[in-house]
């Protein structure tokens, strides 16, 4: 996992981190921002485990007028904030 900090145009602040494993599916990007939703193979684990908790950073970035926003790039998903400097 990288995670990389910089100031974007227009005055705001961008926090970027990505991962190396096999990344978020595109038919599962929208709901990762849902409430204990898991991706894929991750629902019928065995040790469970429920996600980064991108649900839970939605609504304080979004309280600071940020935004979240999930994407990929060269097969790693990539989690940005860009929130307002």
């Not at 990007?29 to 908790?53: H, L, N, Q, W």
């Amino acid at each position: 996992m990288s995670v990389t900090v910089s100031a974007g145009g227009g005055g705001e602040a961008c926090v970027r981190s990505a991962d190396t494993g096999p990344g978020i599916p595109d038919t599962g990007r929208e709901r990762v921002f849902d409430r204990f939703y898991r991706v894929g193979k991750a629902r019928g684990r065995v040790r469970g485990g429920s996600g980064p908790g991108l649900s839970p950073a939605r609504a304080p970035v979004r309280a600071h007028a940020g935004s979240p926003r999930l994407d990929r790039e060269d097969g790693r998903t990539r989690f940005t904030v860009r929130l307002p400097a």
